[in-house]
């Protein structure tokens, strides 16, 4: 490889312009990506959603479109970009797309490929017993690997299981968690956004942010709440998001009696505005999620707020049981009650977690801790000198 010189350009390609975890978490990234070293651009389809935020954080943005039907459209597209270009960097974000990013660069020879899994699963279960997409699966992945140059995981377990899955080589892999980035905190307007969702001004409100699905666990925390409710009663559960699970965690909120004590706020984009109203997070995910991190629980730690979340593995690697958050037994709302008693009985001890929570993101999970360790990357795949 010759040698390379700074300011390195890099196209980052992400195949869905969605407001989702992984995507907001890239942002954050690209937030703090040193700009007079890296020049990155974004290629993604062109929905408003993600280029308005790209347009916000000063990131150029190059239409591309992904369809089940149109890879071909997509390849060759993107390797007309990548020529156009000449990036010494091609960083895409996995999913099913990740064979044909691969293909891109290598046809047209950009120096180091790069692809971020944001996935958790071991094996191939969602395949099911389709022998011939799991052949040309793992035949296009066989190529990616050769393609590649490194797989960023979004945390260990991710890692590990990449390397099961794929079959890659461990030193082509590294573990680089998903960040947030860290501001001045702002003033939202506490009331004002509980008055606009149902919600009490006095009430403790434990919230939950994400995809109603479920493998999410929330119908855990519907059952917990009737537990913590024969025991405290100025108490809310909020519910932030939407999903196919939606309906049945309604039904069953009904059979509970529970109706004035859980809220249903939809799909919303301002999440950081409502974490600033909530008391305390929990995330009850069970392993069958294949949760390959848990961002909901490092914008609740940033925004100050103490968590409680169920001890599948990921979420090891974000949660310190006792010290910057609670752990419970998955599947087990009784465990979860207690542990919610616990924490509404003792308001210092939440105060307390919230303030180590904070410290942690500081420390381990702010974007531009995150963006350094990603430059070391690009630095190691280049082969420059730190």
């Known amino acids: 490889m010759p040698q390379i010189d700074f300011p390195i350009k890099i196209l980052m390609v992400m195949h869905t312009s969605a407001v989702t975890g992984p995507n907001m978490a890239t942002l954050s990234l690209l937030k703090a990506i040193d700009r007079s070293s890296y020049r ?67 046809i047209a020879r950009v120096p180091a490929i790069i692809l971020t899994e944001h996935m958790s699963a071991k094996s191939h279960a969602w395949m099911g017993n389709n022998f011939i997409r799991l052949f040309f699966h793992r035949l296009f992945h066989f190529v990616s690997n050769n393609c590649l140059n490194m797989v960023i995981a979004v945390s260990e377990k991710a890692r590990r299981n990449y390397v099961l899955r794929q079959g890659i080589r461990e030193e082509k892999t590294a573990a680089i968690y998903n960040s947030i980035y860290l501001e001045e905190k702002k003033d939202y307007g506490r009331i004002t956004i509980r008055r606009e969702l149902g919600l009490s001004e006095s009430a403790t409100v434990i919230g939950m942010f994400g995809r109603l699905i479920k493998e999410k666990g929330y119908s855990d925390v519907v059952l917990a709440a009737g537990e913590v409710l024969r025991h405290t009663r100025n108490v809310q559960f909020l519910v932030v998001g939407e999903g196919a699970e939606r309906e049945n965690l309604e039904a069953l909120v009904k059979s509970k009696g529970l109706e004035k004590n859980v809220i249903f706020a939809g799909f919303r984009q301002d999440t950081s505005n409502i974490m600033e109203s909530i008391d305390l997070l929990v995330q009850p995910s069970w392993t069958e999620s294949n949760e390959s991190f848990g961002l909901v629980l490092i914008e609740a730690m940033a925004a100050g707020k103490p968590v409680i979340a169920s001890n599948i593995e990921p979420f090891f690697e974000v949660v310190e049981d006792g010290k910057s958050g609670l752990l419970f037994p998955e599947k087990n709302h009784k465990a979860l009650a207690q542990k919610l008693l616990f924490l509404l009985n003792d308001r210092a001890l939440m105060e307390k977690m919230g303030r180590c929570g904070y410290e942690v993101i500081k420390e381990k999970f702010d974007a531009r801790i995150i963006a350094r360790k990603t430059e070391d990357v690009y630095k190691q795949v280049l082969r420059i000198k730190k």
């Open 40 to 106: 990155i651009e974004v290629a993604s389809p062109g929905a408003d959603d993600l280029v308005g935020c790209l347009k916000d954080i000063g990131i150029p943005h190059i239409p591309l479109e992904f369809g089940r039907y149109t890879d071909l459209i997509t390849l060759l597209r993107l390797i007309s970009i990548l020529r156009k270009g000449k990036y010494h960097i091609l960083h895409g974000h996995m999913g099913r797309v990740g064979p044909i990013i691969c293909i891109a660069g290598k």
